[in-house]
């Protein structure tokens, strides 16, 4: 039944519309080595190409010759496979938590590289079970205590992840019956990392009291999901009358109307406001959300600063503006780029090589009969990007000021496109 259902699951994530290529990840480990099995199947039946990817983080010295091992197993299978090596050195703290950042980092670059759109991931309902625990532990919101989805978007990689209804030991008794080899991972035992810790206290289980125990968490982080679906719902409805997305990059969010939904809400609003102005992949923390909060809904509140954004009073609106301080450097424009994780910019081509950069005091005097826009705040104006241009003999040219409609006649109007890209859930009202 586990092919079967198998096939059937990744079917369904395809959604009908099968790629023409798949990666899969390959530590080696039971389920890695189950899920590349599998996978080899799903591919020969559907005729889809697929490549097995091994991420060496390079942290024991085993890992060469534990990824050499994989890429031999993955030629008897007659799969590509390509080693991902990581060149740089073990972190401090938190190594469970840098390597995942690192596998994923590995595996987006090389799928993006090589115009391949989905990467199978062997998460099994062990994962599923751990994850939520750990997350519990934490002290996290519905948001933490979702499932992991089969199905979710890194970076514009479909990551899909088929066995999550699975657990653990069906996939050994998978290898088991059909004789296929597996490394143990030694950190696996070593009950330092917190996830270990965790999953030997679920190991204390056994028979139909371990079923009761997993079924129970595993339907509670399904609840959660649905919860959290359920919530970006409203918070989206709330967002069509508290919050205002401006092409300069900046957000008004109503406070009459933000003080109307509910707090759970109000919280959301404000993340996403963050994540829009403030260039950051992770989400804020809720404690300093909380206080965030707390000083918005009071009625002295002037200002504040968090998450890459900078958050003012004006009037009876709360303007989020991304921080000075925190803007990202010059970036080459290379036909359709993201600059600050904020705008996407498209030049025409026959402008050459030019460079995305924030604007500055200098940029402004070298400025003829420059006057402060009055359409939107101060604040916002040292947010925006220039478009710039360096001569052979280093003399710096700007060739355009979109947002205030500065246009040279090297960068005339129409040769350029500077979108707002804000958060998934606001680009969405």
Same mark, same amino acid.
């Given at each position: 039944?586990?092919?079967? $259902?198998?096939?059937?699951?990744?079917?369904?994530?395809?959604?009908?519309?099968?790629?023409?290529? /798949? #990666?899969?990840?390959?530590?080696?480990?039971?389920?890695?080595?189950?899920?590349? !099995?599998?996978?080899?199947?799903?591919?020969?039946?559907?005729?889809?190409?697929?490549?097995?990817?091994?991420? &060496?983080?390079?942290?024991?010295?085993?890992?060469?010759?534990?990824?050499?091992?994989?890429?031999?197993?993955? *030629?008897?299978?007659?799969?590509? =496979?390509?080693?991902?090596?990581?060149?740089?050195?073990?972190? +401090?703290?938190?190594?469970?938590?840098? #390597?995942?950042?690192?596998?994923?980092?590995?595996?987006?670059?090389?799928?993006?590289?090589?115009?391949?759109? =989905?990467?199978?991931?062997? !998460? =099994?309902? +062990?994962?599923?079970?751990?994850?939520?625990?750990? *997350?519990?532990?934490?002290?996290?919101?519905?948001?933490?205590?979702?499932?992991?989805?089969?199905?979710?978007?890194?970076?514009?990689?479909?990551?899909?992840?088929?066995?999550?209804?699975? $657990?653990?030991?069906?996939?050994?008794?998978?290898?088991?019956?059909?004789?296929?080899?597996?490394?143990? +991972?030694?950190?696996? +035992?070593? %009950?330092?990392?917190?996830?270990?810790?965790?999953?030997?206290?679920?190991?204390?289980?056994?028979?139909?009291?371990?079923?009761?125990?997993?079924?129970?968490?595993?339907?509670?982080?399904?609840?959660?999901? *649905?919860?959290?679906?359920?919530?970006?719902?409203?918070?989206?409805? #709330?967002? %069509?009358?508290?919050?205002?997305? !401006?092409?300069?990059?900046?957000?008004?969010?109503?406070?009459?109307?933000?003080?109307?939904?509910?707090?759970?809400?109000?919280?959301?609003?404000?993340?996403?406001?963050?994540?829009?102005?403030?260039?950051?992949?992770?989400?804020? *923390?809720?404690?300093?959300?909380?206080?965030?909060?707390?000083?918005?809904?009071?009625?002295?509140?002037?200002?504040?600063?968090?998450?890459?954004?900078?958050?003012?009073?004006?009037?009876?609106?709360?303007?989020?503006?991304?921080?000075?301080?925190?803007?990202?450097?010059?970036?080459?424009?290379?036909?359709?780029?993201?600059? &600050?994780?904020?705008?996407?910019?498209?030049?025409?081509?026959?402008?050459?090589?030019?460079?995305?950069?924030?604007?500055?005091?200098?940029?402004?005097?070298?400025?003829?009969?420059?006057?402060?826009?009055?359409?939107?705040?101060?604040? /916002?104006?040292?947010?925006?990007?220039?478009?710039?241009?360096?001569?052979? &003999?280093?003399?710096?040219?700007?060739?355009?000021?979109?947002?205030?409609?500065?246009?040279?006649?090297?960068?005339?109007?129409?040769?350029? &496109?500077?979108?707002?890209?804000?958060?998934?859930?606001?680009?969405?009202?």
């Amino acid at each position: 039944m586990l092919v079967e $259902n198998f096939f059937y699951s990744v079917d369904s994530l395809c959604k009908n519309a099968l790629p023409k290529k /798949v #990666a899969v990840a390959v530590s080696g480990g039971a389920d890695s080595m189950a899920l590349l !099995h599998l996978t080899k199947l799903w591919a020969a039946d559907k005729k889809v190409e697929m490549i097995a990817l091994t991420v &060496d983080h390079n942290f024991r010295n085993e890992s060469k010759d534990e990824a050499q091992t994989v890429a031999k197993w993955a *030629r008897n299978l007659a799969v590509p =496979h390509h080693i991902l090596t990581h060149a740089g050195s073990k972190p +401090d703290a938190n190594i469970m938590e840098e #390597a995942r950042k690192i596998r994923y980092g590995l595996l987006e670059e090389y799928c993006k590289h090589n115009n391949i759109t =989905h990467l199978l991931i062997a !998460h =099994h309902a +062990d994962d599923q079970i751990e994850t939520f625990l750990m *997350r519990l532990e934490r002290g996290s919101g519905v948001d933490g205590l979702c499932a992991m989805e089969m199905l979710s978007t890194f970076n514009g990689i479909n990551i899909m992840r088929p066995l999550l209804n699975v $657990n653990k030991n069906e996939l050994i008794s998978y290898l088991e019956e059909n004789s296929i080899d597996w490394i143990e +991972d030694p950190t696996n +035992d070593n %009950t330092y990392y917190k996830r270990n810790k965790l999953r030997s206290l679920l190991w204390r289980f056994s028979g139909e009291e371990e079923n009761i125990v997993t079924s129970r968490i595993l339907n509670t982080a399904k609840s959660m999901q *649905r919860v959290k679906e359920a919530l970006e719902h409203f918070t989206q409805q #709330a967002a %069509t009358s508290c919050v205002t997305l !401006h092409d300069q990059g900046y957000i008004t969010l109503n406070i009459t109307e933000f003080m109307s939904v509910p707090e759970e809400i109000q919280l959301r609003l404000l993340k996403e406001c963050l994540l829009s102005v403030g260039n950051r992949d992770e989400i804020p *923390r809720m404690e300093k959300l909380l206080n965030l909060h707390g000083k918005i809904i009071e009625d002295d509140f002037t200002g504040a600063t968090l998450h890459g954004g900078k958050i003012e009073s004006h009037k009876n609106n709360v303007i989020f503006v991304r921080e000075r301080s925190c803007l990202a450097n010059e970036k080459e424009i290379i036909e359709k780029t993201v600059w &600050d994780n904020r705008f996407a910019i498209r030049l025409d081509k026959n402008l050459g090589q030019c460079l995305a950069a924030s604007l500055s005091e200098n940029n402004l005097k070298s400025l003829d009969n420059f006057q402060y826009p009055t359409t939107f705040p101060k604040s /916002v104006l040292y947010s925006l990007p220039i478009i710039k241009k360096i001569s052979s &003999d280093g003399v710096e040219n700007i060739l355009s000021i979109p947002h205030i409609n500065y246009y040279t006649e090297q960068c005339p109007k129409e040769a350029i &496109d500077c979108d707002f890209l804000p958060s998934k859930l606001l680009a969405a009202i």
